[in-house]
């Protein structure tokens, strides 16, 4: 029972162009949405994240939306630039279970030059 | 000067085997975890402690034992290690037990054969 899922298990964007990476979510119980970017033979750093009460943040490049009524938030970078080439996983929680997590399976984005 | 840290990196061990992952974190979180990601990629949580006290404890074997000294370490002990095992162990840390913003380590990459 995946509750956050990202379809996409790959995407590859031409530098400078703009890079948008899904999500969707089925529990309606989530309120805290992150995303994290993953290089290979590391652990994944924190990029952005975004309250259910909002429905955009942005922070320079890196911009996510949220659509509560579709269960859908997507993360835009732009301009993309190659060393943006990562796995991006998104990630869920709901308040009353703390600090538990729901990844999604994660999508490998390709920056070419 | 790293966040989270977790050793060994790479482990390689046979069936039956018991085995321990240390993790520890300086900045000065209350929180601990360990996130376990499988052969399909997807980034699960197997523990939570807070201040020392185990908060999460989802559906692991308990071959699976985590270890807290104290709240800047996370050890993570596997007994009788079986082939289904092998997979990256991600250690992790936060603020506090809302946990909206977890950094992880680096991940240890245990192989069972």
């Known amino acids: 029972d995946q509750q956050v899922k990202q379809n996409s298990p790959s995407l590859s964007v031409q530098e400078g162009r703009i890079s948008i990476l899904n999500c969707d979510y089925t529990?309606?119980?989530?309120?805290?949405f992150l995303w994290y970017k993953k290089y290979p033979a590391e652990g994944p750093t924190f990029l952005i994240s975004i309250s259910s009460i909002k429905d955009k943040n942005e922070d320079g490049r890196f911009t996510v939306f949220l659509n509560k009524s579709a269960k859908h938030l997507s993360l835009h970078i732009v301009p993309s630039q190659p060393g943006d080439s990562a796995v991006y996983f998104c990630a869920a929680s709901e308040e009353t279970s703390g600090s538990r997590l729901t990844f999604g399976e994660g999508t490998q984005l390709t920056v070419n030059p | 000067d790293t966040a989270v840290s977790q050793t060994p990196k790479y482990l390689v061990t046979q069936m039956g085997n018991d085995k321990s992952i240390k993790c520890e974190q300086n900045?000065?979180?209350?929180?601990m975890y360990w996130y376990k990601q499988d052969s399909k990629k997807f980034l699960k949580i197997m523990f939570s402690?807070?201040?020392?006290?185990?908060?999460i404890n989802e559906t692991v074997p308990n071959r699976f034992s985590p270890k807290s000294p104290d709240k800047a370490h996370l050890n993570l002990h596997i007994n009788s290690l079986e082939l289904g095992d092998s997979a990256v162990y991600f250690c992790?840390?936060?603020?506090?037990?809302?946990?909206?913003?977890?950094?992880f380590g680096e991940g240890s990459w245990l192989t069972v054969v």
């Open positions: 900045l000065g979180h209350d929180t």
């Open positions: 402690y807070n201040n020392k006290e185990l908060i």
């Open positions: 992790a840390s936060s603020q506090d037990r809302l946990g909206n913003t977890i950094y």
């Open positions: 529990n309606s119980m989530f309120d805290y």
